[in-house]
């Protein structure tokens, strides 16, 4: 069965720090991988894409990484700022026209 | 501007009470989406829809009803067979289907309460 797991479930930092959220998948054939970005009561927002040959990806602050063989993601998160308080999904796209697999998201605080 | 547009943004509904939401894009997309966020759990397929006319059932189908008589629109209705409908609904469109997706965009979301 296609799965995306993410952990943490939720994560609390200090304004300032870093943070790096996991993303584990068993999804085949495997096509790409996004990271999204929620904030409460909004639709989530593209962060990133990761295709199968790419390994690392920067978008600003933002910063994906794929391991296709350990069917691994992180997404590194820099020098936090307060508004990067969201949940953060994981979605995997599988090859041929089956539906996306969603993560259950990772719930991150930045407080000052 | 192109984009997703969802309405309306919180509705109440009393037991037993049909609901529709309503769901517009601009972006000339041929799949929607309809989605269930509930507090703590991922998003949930209701049903999508990949040309005009045509949809298919998701993971969570049961007590919902779709159509999709035009391209720009995609709404859903809540029957009253839905046993559990208070939840967070988001709706979505993207330029392909299955593994040549593409971004998903979504709308700012509808939240339906059942009183």
């Known amino acids: 069965k296609n799965q995306v797991e993410q952990s943490p479930q939720s994560l609390i930092i200090l304004e300032g720090k870093n943070c790096t959220l996991q993303c584990n998948y068993t999804v085949s054939p495997f096509s790409n991988l996004r990271w999204y970005k929620q904030d409460t009561g909004r639709g989530p927002v593209s962060l990133t894409i990761?295709?199968?040959?790419?390994n690392t990806k920067s978008n600003g602050r933002y910063t994906a990484t794929l391991d296709a063989d350990t069917k691994q993601s992180s997404l590194h998160i820099t020098a936090s700022q307060l508004s990067d308080s969201a949940s953060y999904i994981c979605v995997v796209s599988v090859a041929g026209n089956t539906p996306l697999v969603f993560g259950k998201g990772t719930r991150l605080s930045v407080i000052a | 501007d192109g984009g997703i547009t969802q309405s309306p943004k919180y509705l109440f509904r009393k037991e037993g009470q049909n609901v529709t939401l309503s769901c517009e894009q601009n972006?000339?997309?041929?799949?929607m989406y309809w989605y269930r966020q509930d507090p703590g759990q991922g998003l949930r397929l209701i049903y999508y829809s990949q040309i005009v006319n045509d949809f298919q059932k998701g993971d969570i189908a049961e007590g919902y009803s779709v159509s999709r008589e035009k391209k720009e629109s995609f709404p859903l209705t809540v029957t009253s067979a839905q046993k559990n409908p208070t939840a967070f609904y988001l709706c979505a469109s993207s330029p392909g289907t299955g593994g040549n997706t593409g971004e998903l965009f979504f709308g700012e979301g509808s939240r339906l309460t059942v009183l």
């Open positions: 990761m295709t199968f040959s790419e």
């Open positions: 972006l000339n997309h041929d799949a």
